[in-house]
């Protein structure tokens, strides 16, 4: 979806866990749809571990717990704080889909995989890496209280932990801010630059 970025504040949905790989975020069988509908990808997010073999939801997952049960959409939880290394595995573009199809605009985390790092951010994503212990303090405060929020400042690069009032910065491709601060893809970008291109062309 296509939002300028700004400031976020928001609650967060926790996610504890390492290696989280690309089948995980979106199993494979979901990549034969012909469709690009958000919504079916973000209904498909992390398919098995929310829903059983009888599609009833597992009641041990984080996403079907109460606290943390209400989707972005309703104006909570658009953040995902998540383990060490998220979207390693298959470079499949689908698990950006899902998780922006949820609702998430932000996603935390120590280390992401490069390939899904860059699909997060050409679909409206932004990945912020922390240190491990920013992680891990933020893992403290939601369970700690599971309605604390965290702000995401982009124009500043900066994310704070609300509950404690600790910050750290994190880093951005320029190009890559200047697209997501002005809701723009790489051909809205394009086109934006059209008048500068026809000029140059002329000479």
Known sequence: MKAKFD???STCVPLPLE???TDQIIPARFLKATTREEKFFGDNLFRDWRYDSQDKPKENFVFNQPAF????????????VA?????SGSSREHAAWAIAG????????SFFA????????NNFV?????SEDFLAELFESIKKDPQMKVKVDVPNQVVTNLATG????FEINGYKKYCLMNALDDIDYLLQQKSKIEAYENK
């Open 7 to 9: 400031i976020i504040t």
């Open 166 to 169: 600790r910050s750290e910065n």
């Open 102 to 109: 949820y609702g998430f605009r932000v996603v935390i985390s």
């Open 83 to 87: 383990g060490k290394n998220f979207g």
């Open 126 to 130: 932004l990945p912020v890496v922390v």
């Open 69 to 80: 049960s209400a989707a972005p959409s309703e104006g909570v939880h658009q953040i995902l």
């Open 19 to 21: 290696n989280v790989d």
């Open 114 to 121: 490069d390939i899904h790092k860059n699909n997060e951010l």
